[in-house]
């Protein structure tokens, strides 16, 4: 019994190539991508001062870390 179930063949699926995505569909999440990754940037370098968008320091107390990881002087 043991010999039957240690040969026994271990089907492997088979893998077909994929289509290409076509630009059309990745087009609206790359821009969207695009978009939140300039808003993250936005906050993380330039959320003070003249440029605010918000009143106070909670923006740049949230991403003061980022700030420096990123490069940018703050202080």
Not at 50 to 65: L, P, R, Y
Request: glycine share 8%; net charge negative.
């Amino acid at each position: 019994m043991a010999e039957a179930v240690a040969s026994a063949a271990i089907p492997t699926p088979t893998l077909s190539p994929s289509a290409p995505l076509p630009v059309r569909a990745v087009l609206p999440w790359a821009l969207f991508v695009g978009l939140l990754m300039l808003v993250a940037l936005y906050f993380v370098g330039a959320e003070q001062g003249a440029t605010a968008v918000f009143a106070g320091e909670a923006v740049h107390e949230w991403v003061h870390d980022g700030r420096h990881l990123l490069g940018f002087p703050c202080h």
